[in-house]
């Protein structure tokens, strides 16, 4: 993986408001599993925001590409997308380092991937 691929944002309940640990912890575990195609065209816009509905054991339920339409028209972004998808259902990365009794500070959160 590349150095430069990094999760800038983890979005906890709907708001940027979360505990920069679990935020980093988040960060940290999936950068691990999160490969980017190297030499991608314009790597650095393809930004990619997932809504994640993660069960109490920690475990990514549902995951939605928030930009849909972008997905069906640009053949790189949805690379990109699709390898987000792949990085959050990793059996690497699963379950989620995220503290089991704040279940609703994270049950759903939004994760943005930028590649840049």
């Known amino acids: 993986m590349?150095?430069?691929?990094?999760?800038?944002?983890?979005?906890?309940?709907?708001?940027?408001?979360?505990t920069p640990e679990l935020v980093d912890a988040l960060r940290r575990q999936l950068a691990m599993c999160w490969n980017v195609m190297a030499g991608a065209k314009y790597a650095e816009q393809l930004v990619v925001e997932i809504r994640v509905s993660i069960g109490p054991d920690r475990i990514v339920k549902q995951a939605t590409i928030l930009d849909q339409g972008r997905y069906n028209r640009d053949t790189h972004f949805r690379a990109a997308a699709d390898a987000a998808l792949r990085a959050l259902r990793n059996?690497?990365?699963?379950?989620?380092?995220?503290?089991?009794?704040?279940?609703?500070?994270?049950?759903t959160t939004v994760i943005r991937f930028d590649p840049s």
Do not use: F, H, M, Q
């Open 2 to 18: 590349p150095a430069s691929n990094t999760i800038k944002t983890v979005i906890l309940g709907g708001s940027s408001v979360g």
């Open 91 to 107: 059996p690497r990365c699963t379950p989620l380092a995220v503290p089991p009794d704040k279940y609703e500070e994270w049950k």
